[in-house]
């Protein structure tokens, strides 16, 4: 498999060619052009993974070019090389929508780590593009994100019982997304008309349960003033979803398997029975086996709940899913909260690749909107960032505390890349390569004279 497919434009023949083969004998495709006007005609044709443009060219330049891409091919990066004199137009030009900017001479293994980011960037929003598009035409709802082969089986069972009326059980740990696999079954299936009802068996005190699982007649008990239907009736032609079902009462066991076998239910301080018309989908942290063990569930009840079951892997077992899942969570979140989209880092994406995540995806979604939001980088030391600082990882912390010297060394600069490369006692080249891994962007666009 290519390593990106390049296109790639200079107006200097000799450069563009050791580029060329640089970039082909280093696993990449090549399409290499002298004149931007045939690049654009190229461009029109196909769809590459990155372009790389000189700035300074006859004719069409480089910055005519990024415009020409960015209303074609919007979501294709372009990553510009420049002279030195040409750095301030190349900030213009990242302000404009350009990927980066590479300042010749370059050093040729910095340039491979430069197209890596944009075209692993790149193939990481087409496919959240592509797995969103999947499963919102076929359910109209959140997505079932991941490419795993875990998750590309989860979502064909779903799709396979979706459309069958049967119960079903969800087993996955905290946090892996038992509710968004119970609400793509309703969506995709014939129930989808009707009510979904999400019924959380842990938060609800036993003193009320019955009430509001079944209702009440008027006068059931003090304070009923007038008859109410519980949530299994008002989901008639729908689902209801019993989450965390291990946390269910014996008592109220026993009433919600005659459910399951009877398809009635009794209101509190009546003699009726009611029909009811529902899909039941149950959910639990484990296979219930320990909670059968000690008594605290009905094996009657788990084996009539377990005709069919779905098993959510945890998010440790499926770690080729962490870096899509993030992009995609702090996707969202950028829309949501108005920010721009902030670049992730391979760095970012190797070290959120070692972690535990206990919590499940609801964990590394809460870190992706942190992300979205700027809160992973330690400023000068408020109570929030104080508390959050308390939450990341010793590499976690040591990436924040070298963006708050790099930062402070730009800053006492006015921006001169290369003094404060100096000042911390590092490469020019090496500053960059930082700049560049860490998403500083606005660093860059401080600069006059870098």
Same mark, same amino acid.
């Given at each position: 498999?290519?390593?990106?497919d390049?296109?790639?434009?200079?107006?200097?023949?000799?450069?563009?060619?050791?580029?060329?083969?640089?970039?082909?004998?280093?696993?990449?495709?090549?399409?290499?052009?002298?004149?931007?006007?045939?690049?654009?005609?190229?461009?029109?044709?196909?769809?590459?993974?990155?372009?790389?443009?000189d700035?300074?060219?006859?004719?069409?330049?480089?910055?005519?070019?990024?415009?020409?891409?960015?209303?074609?091919?919007?979501?294709v990066?372009?990553?510009?090389?420049?002279?030195?004199?040409d750095?301030?137009?190349?900030?213009?030009a990242?302000?404009?929508g350009?990927?980066?900017?590479?300042?010749?001479?370059?050093?040729?293994?910095?340039?491979?780590?430069?197209?890596?980011?944009?075209?692993?960037?790149? %193939?990481?929003?087409?496919?959240?593009?592509?797995?969103?598009?999947?499963?919102?035409?076929?359910?109209?709802?959140?997505?079932?994100?991941?490419?795993?082969?875990?998750?590309?089986?989860?979502?064909?069972?779903?799709?396979?019982?979706?459309?069958?009326?049967?119960?079903?059980l969800?087993?996955?740990?905290t946090?892996?997304?038992?509710? $968004?696999?119970?609400q793509?079954?309703?969506?995709q299936?014939?129930r989808?008309?009707?009510?979904f009802?999400?019924?959380?068996?842990?938060?609800?005190?036993?003193?009320?349960?019955?009430s509001?699982?079944?209702?009440?007649?008027?006068?059931?008990?003090?304070?009923?003033l007038?008859?109410r239907?519980?949530k299994?009736e008002?989901?008639?032609?729908?689902?209801?979803?019993?989450?965390?079902?291990?946390?269910?009462?014996?008592?109220?066991?026993?009433k919600?398997?005659?459910?399951?076998?009877?398809?009635?239910?009794?209101r509190?301080?009546?003699?009726?029975?009611?029909?009811?018309?529902?899909r039941?989908?149950a959910?639990?942290?484990?296979? $219930?086996?320990?909670?059968?063990?000690?008594?605290r569930?009905?094996?009657d009840?788990?084996?009539?709940?377990?005709?069919?079951?779905?098993?959510?892997p945890?998010?440790?077992?499926?770690?080729?899913d962490?870096?899509?899942l993030?992009?995609?969570f702090?996707?969202?979140?950028?829309?949501r909260?108005?920010?721009?989209? %902030?670049?992730?880092?391979?760095?970012?994406?190797?070290?959120?690749?070692?972690?535990?995540?206990?919590?499940?995806?609801?964990?590394?979604?809460? %870190?992706?909107?942190?992300?979205?939001?700027?809160?992973?980088?330690?400023g000068t030391g408020?109570?929030?960032?104080?508390?959050?600082?308390g939450?990341?990882?010793?590499?976690d912390?040591?990436?924040?505390?070298?963006?708050q010297?790099?930062?402070?060394a730009?800053?006492?600069?006015?921006?001169?890349?290369?003094?404060?490369?100096?000042?911390l006692?590092?490469?020019?080249?090496?500053?960059?390569?930082?700049?560049a891994?860490?998403?500083?962007?606005?660093?860059?666009?401080?600069?006059?004279?870098?």
């Amino acid at each position: 498999m290519s390593r990106g497919d390049v296109l790639l434009v200079d107006d200097d023949r000799d450069l563009l060619k050791a580029a060329t083969d640089w970039l082909e004998v280093s696993g990449f495709s090549v399409t290499a052009f002298h004149r931007p006007e045939e690049a654009y005609q190229q461009l029109l044709r196909t769809e590459p993974d990155v372009v790389v443009s000189d700035i300074r060219m006859p004719g069409i330049d480089g910055m005519t070019l990024l415009n020409s891409v960015i209303k074609v091919r919007s979501d294709v990066p372009v990553i510009l090389m420049t002279g030195h004199g040409d750095v301030t137009l190349a900030v213009k030009a990242m302000k404009q929508g350009a990927e980066d900017f590479i300042e010749k001479p370059y050093d040729a293994e910095y340039l491979l780590s430069v197209l890596d980011k944009a075209v692993e960037k790149r %193939r990481m929003k087409r496919e959240i593009a592509r797995l969103q598009g999947l499963v919102q035409e076929e359910s109209g709802g959140p997505p079932i994100v991941g490419d795993s082969p875990a998750m590309c089986e989860l979502r064909s069972r779903v799709a396979m019982l979706a459309d069958v009326d049967i119960d079903v059980l969800i087993i996955g740990e905290t946090g892996s997304g038992k509710e $968004l696999v119970a609400q793509a079954l309703h969506r995709q299936g014939r129930r989808r008309v009707g009510p979904f009802v999400a019924i959380n068996c842990a938060a609800l005190p036993e003193s009320i349960f019955e009430s509001e699982i079944f209702g009440h007649a008027k006068g059931a008990f003090t304070g009923a003033l007038s008859e109410r239907e519980g949530k299994f009736e008002h989901a008639a032609g729908g689902t209801v979803f019993l989450d965390e079902i291990e946390s269910m009462p014996l008592a109220l066991q026993a009433k919600i398997l005659r459910v399951l076998q009877e398809r009635v239910i009794e209101r509190l301080g009546e003699n009726r029975l009611r029909p009811v018309d529902v899909r039941i989908i149950a959910a639990a942290k484990s296979d $219930l086996s320990g909670e059968i063990a000690a008594g605290r569930f009905r094996e009657d009840l788990f084996y009539r709940l377990a005709t069919v079951d779905i098993r959510i892997p945890p998010l440790r077992l499926r770690r080729d899913d962490i870096g899509l899942l993030f992009s995609h969570f702090a996707s969202l979140a950028a829309h949501r909260y108005g920010r721009a989209e %902030r670049t992730v880092s391979a760095d970012l994406l190797a070290s959120l690749q070692q972690e535990e995540w206990r919590g499940n995806v609801r964990e590394l979604k809460a %870190r992706a909107e942190r992300f979205a939001l700027g809160l992973d980088e330690q400023g000068t030391g408020t109570a929030a960032q104080t508390s959050l600082y308390g939450e990341l990882t010793l590499p976690d912390r040591l990436a924040a505390y070298e963006v708050q010297l790099i930062r402070a060394a730009i800053d006492e600069h006015d921006g001169n890349t290369a003094r404060a490369a100096a000042s911390l006692g590092i490469p020019h080249r090496t500053l960059n390569e930082k700049i560049a891994r860490y998403g500083l962007r606005g660093s860059r666009e401080k600069s006059s004279d870098l």
